[in-house]
Structure formats: C-alpha cells, structure tokens
C-alpha cells in the first residue's frame, strides 16, 4: 500500500467517526492542495461522496477508511502528516505539509520546478527583508530565465545589482540550463519600493 501522508492512528480514529456520522454510505476524505507550490498553498482534507472521487485520484487504502489524494498534490504532499491531539475539549485535527508551498526537488526535477525552488528558499528570503520578493515568469530556448521583481524591488534602484550579482549568480551557480536572466518587471513604478 503506497502511503502518500502520514495519518496517525489517532487521526484514522477520528477521521474514521466523523465519517461514521454522515448519512451518506461509502464516504471517503479526499486531501488536495489549493494552489500548490505558492505561498498560498492550503492543504485540504474533505468528506469525499463516491461520485466525487475524480478518475486520476490515488487510493490511499486505511484500515478504518479510504482516502483519497488528488494526483497533481502529491509531490507537495511529501513528508505530510496528518495527526489528532486529545484534549479536555475533544482534540485538534492537524495537518503539517512542509513541501506544499514548494515541492522537494532534485536534479532530475523540472527546469522550472528547480528555478523556483531556489526563488522560494533562497533568493526571497533575503528580497523579503526589503519587502521584496522575484517570481518566475518563463524560460526562454536560449536558456534565460525570465524573472517578475515586485513588492519594494518593484521601483528599486538596486534591482539591477540585486538581478545581476545575487539573482543571476545563484541561478546560474546551481542550475546548468540557466545561461542568464532577464527582468519583466517595470521599475518605473516606485510607489513602494524600498530604495529610491
């Protein structure tokens, strides 16, 4: 059996009642996440009906119940855990996926899958200090990468600095396809940026 979340005994238990109460026969959960690999990424877990159940989901077969993950979550499912702590007002269903805002890659992974990666652990993480952040937009045949600054990068004198000696040098450092980059964004606009 393929086990793509970890559901704690306590979890399957509980989940395994809520179910029990619905009045419609065979119901399943199914967990997906909305908008993965972005920083809006939310983990769901929900009641599934049977004819809801979607073609391309994958069954995660439970002693106590069916769960059901939809197939396009599953690589930012890796290293989830779903867990239920018992307390004097019932409990606290939790649901931990550390790799929903960005999935774990390696070097076989997509192109764009690595670009962002590093966008999203290494290179935004500092941006954010200016109230900054770079996102990728496309890659290009000729192998640039095409970056969009905003927040306070956006209208930033240094984001040519920034583009060129930290941005490029990291990209181009950790992945072989990346010949350079290129910036779409229009620093004409300085309303909020953190350098004028």
């Known amino acids: 059996m393929t086990q793509y979340v970890e559901i704690t005994p306590d979890a399957e238990d509980y989940l395994a009642q809520l179910l029990d109460k619905q009045s419609t026969k065979d119901m399943s959960v199914r967990i997906f ?5 972005s920083r809006y990424a939310e983990t769901c877990l929900a009641y599934c009906r049977p004819e809801e159940v979607n073609a391309s989901d994958e069954l995660q077969q439970m002693d106590k119940l ?21 307390d004097r007002m019932g409990g606290q269903l939790t649901i931990k996926a550390p790799n929903a805002k960005m999935p ?26 200016h109230g900054g952040e770079v996102s990728f937009v496309e890659m290009t045949d000729d192998g640039v990468a095409i970056l ?3 927040g306070g990068c956006q ?7 920034t583009l060129k000696d930290g941005v490029e040098a990291t990209l181009i450092a950790k992945i072989p396809e990346v010949q350079g980059v290129r910036d779409v964004t229009d620093h004409s606009q300085t309303e909020n940026a953190y350098f004028k």
């Open 33 to 37: 996440i909305t908008q993965p690999g």
């Open 155 to 161: 209208g930033c004198s240094a984001v040519d600095m």
């Open 148 to 150: 969009k600054f905003g």
């Open 66 to 86: 069916r769960v059901y993950i939809e197939k396009m979550s599953i690589p930012y499912l890796e290293e989830s855990k779903i867990d239920f702590a018992k």
């Open 104 to 129: 774990k890659v390696n070097a076989n992974s997509p192109v764009e899958e690595r670009i962002n990666y590093i966008l999203f652990t290494e290179i935004n993480p500092g941006l954010a200090s």
